[in-house]
């Protein structure tokens, strides 16, 4: 089919599929929603408990007792404003105490839009129960001329669900009673979720097609079966599931029980399966304890895991009391927010755009940035959105970066490589393996909603930091600031510390390397990257006799490395001849290790020679669809 504009003109193969307030009442916020598309607030507290805290315009607080059809109303109030509204600037989180929500003769359903946050407030997913389903759709957008219809997920971007139990409760749709959808593609993680009473699926099959999906990732969940039916790619972390449909591309299990056995990657077998996540730390979150007080938990980094954090009771870790917390609000001023920080106070960023001239700057230890609502950083007049100082422990979680119209140098800087050594050449005090400084669900985007520009996205400097779900984006499509020199962007991550691991690495359209990873002993656990897309011609994307840029490309001094299932993608549709010589770039050091790795030429535009280091390949743009080519290690055995 001809290429389509946002994402779709992507996807072409055809996978198997399976189908087995502050104070405004919640009636009066769904109006506000629906009528004047005013923010939504949050709700008085009951006589029960103490009184919320000001989490900003944009956060609505449920209790139980509240009435399902006023809750309903405001659900789908704040999702009929965000469905389509993927360039736009509203921001949202729906919070749930805890408690029981909907029954089974009047369940609470509802759909999950655009940057919109949908949480319990519990200490353990089990103490938000819902009874109905939370949920995403394809988007129906106009087909082309030789399209009946454009149903797809492939742009369902920017939304989470966490911290709750979902008992699936249909309705009167026959095709939608068969699972609890959650139809996504990039940046809308699932974490810390116990679904029952019907599958879970990853596509939409219940509309027209083509319905192609392009996630994603899930953490620390307990799951039905799962139907990952159009899927391209998917991360499932630390989880357990009683089933998996089937693969298109790359599908990768780290720590899940019940996952599908992995193997080398083949036609017949696109799965990568790890026993165990070798070092993890799951996303800090918001909760009411019992005496009606908010606090944020953190959890701790553990070694060698399986299954969720949770099975055999509260996951481990220590609570943090809201009021250590500076709860910032859009129009706060930089210098407050670094007031708050330098004092040792932790920081938490309420929904909404937070336009800075200068950077935040993390100083003490084990300091914790959580952002509700994907709070979205917009560094001005080329300065840093985010940046840590030589310090362990630090946990980033639930932003969203925008680069400005001036180029930013970067958009988060983990560390500074600043540090004097001491006399063995270490960097003493400044991390520590058992505290690792933990990045969860930070999302970048450069272009597409506004003009954008940065060098690099996300620069990690420091030792021991755990990338735990990341999209760096120079943007494809949008309302403004889309082209070859308009939304310039040289690398979406930059690793130069040591022992770094990245589970849940997505990086695409950058106009150099998509990643360069420089520091030692470091380990990647699923990658997605598309090659840009409008480079003008071969002479603008080529390196000396090099043709393009890889996707992934490991220091030429780097001795040790490993990753496991690697895909790499190229759709050059403003020139449709154009090469690149090869996805992966690794030294030929015997410490270097690739495992599963795939490559694909997307709808006849672009060709990527070789796999990695001249080794595989080619997937060559051809008419009709896509084509692919595999490697399953490397290097390879002789």
């Known amino acids: 089919m001809l290429p389509l504009p946002r994402r ?42 103490k009184p919320d805290p000001d989490l900003g315009p944009n956060t609505v607080v449920f209790d139980p007792s509240m009435s399902v059809d006023d809750i309903q109303k405001t659900v789908d109030a704040i999702h ?54 939370v949920e995403v759709y394809n988007r129906c957008l106009p087909p082309a001329p030789d399209q009946e219809s454009n149903c797809i997920a492939l742009v369902n971007f920017w939304r989470s669900l966490s911290n709750l139990s979902i008992n699936f409760v249909g309705g009167s749709d026959g095709c939608r009673n068969s699972a609890n959808f959650w139809a996504v593609s990039q940046a809308a993680p699932m974490r810390r979720v116990e679904l029952t009473g019907a599958n879970l699926s990853l596509m939409d099959y219940c509309t027209a097609g083509p319905q192609y999906a392009s996630g994603g990732f899930i953490a620390d969940s307990k799951l039905p079966f799962v139907v990952s039916g159009s899927q391209q790619q998917f991360l499932t972390r630390n989880s357990s599931v009683d089933g998996w449909s089937n693969f298109v591309w790359n599908q990768v299990f780290s720590g899940v029980e019940g996952a599908p056995a992995g193997g080398p990657f083949t036609d017949d077998n696109k799965y990568t399966t790890l026993a165990a996540t070798p070092v993890s730390r799951e996303k800090p979150f918001l909760y009411v304890d019992g005496k009606g007080k908010w606090n944020v938990f953190v959890p701790d980094a553990v070694k060698d895991s399986a299954g969720t954090s949770w099975k055999s009771g509260t996951t481990a870790g220590s609570s943090i009391p809201l009021n250590r917390f500076y709860v910032a609000k859009p129009g706060d001023s930089v210098k407050k927010i670094n007031q708050a920080l330098y004092a040792g106070k932790h920081l938490l960023l309420t929904p909404g755009i937070y336009h800075n001239s200068s950077p935040l700057t993390v100083v003490h230890p084990n300091q914790v940035v959580l ?17 840590t100082l030589d310090v362990k422990g630090v946990k980033i979680a639930g932003l969203m970066f925008d680069a400005g119209a001036t180029n930013s140098p970067s958009l988060l800087t983990v560390g500074t490589r600043l540090s004097k050594l001491d006399a063995l050449g270490r960097k003493p005090h400044l991390s520590d393996p058992a505290n690792p400084t933990t990045l969860s669900d930070v999302f970048f985007r450069v272009g597409g909603a506004h003009q954008g520009r940065a060098t690099q996205s996300l620069v990690v400097n420091a030792n021991n930091v755990i990338i735990d779900h990341t999209w760096a ?93 690697l895909g790499s993608y190229i759709y050059t549709n403003v020139d449709p001849t154009l090469h690149a010589t090869n996805a992966f770039e690794v030294p030929e050091r015997s410490g270097v290790k690739l495992h599963n790795m795939i490559i694909v030429s997307l709808n006849n535009a672009g060709t990527i020679d070789h796999v990695v280091n001249g080794v595989g390949g080619p997937a060559v743009a051809a008419p009709g669809g896509s084509t692919t080519a595999y490697l399953a290690e490397y290097p390879v055995a002789p």
């Open 80 to 133: 009929a404003k965000q469905v389509d509204a993927e360039m736009g600037d509203g921001r949202y989180a729906i919070l749930f105490k805890p408690g029981t929500y909907g029954t089974a003769e009047h369940p609470l359903r509802f759909q999950v839009g655009y940057y919109t946050e949908v949480a319990g407030l519990g200490l353990n997913p089990g103490d938000v129960k819902i009874n109905g389903a």
């Open 473 to 565: 984006w120079r943007a494809d499509h949008g309302t403004d600031g889309v082209g070859w020199t308009v939304n310039t962007a040289e690398t979406g991550v930059l690793v130069n510390g040591n022992d770094v691991l990245a589970t849940g690495l997505f990086s695409e359209h950058y106009q150099k390397y998509n990643v360069v990873w420089n520091g030692e002993r470091g380990r990647t656990i699923f990658f997605q990257n598309e090659l840009p897309y409008d480079a003008p011609n071969q002479a603008a994307w080529q390196h000396g006799s090099t043709l393009g840029y890889a996707g992934y490309k490991v220091g030429d001094k780097v001795t040790t490395h490993e990753a496991w299932g």
């Open 8 to 49: 779709s003109h992507r996807r072409t193969h055809s996978p198997r599929t399976s189908t087995s307030g502050r104070r405004l009442g919640v009636a009066a916020l769904a109006v506000a929603l629906a009528t004047t598309v005013s923010a939504a607030v949050a709700t008085p507290a009951t006589a029960s408990s």
């Open 371 to 387: 952002g509700l609502g994907l709070a979205t950083i917009v560094p001005e007049n080329g300065s840093v959105g985010l940046r």
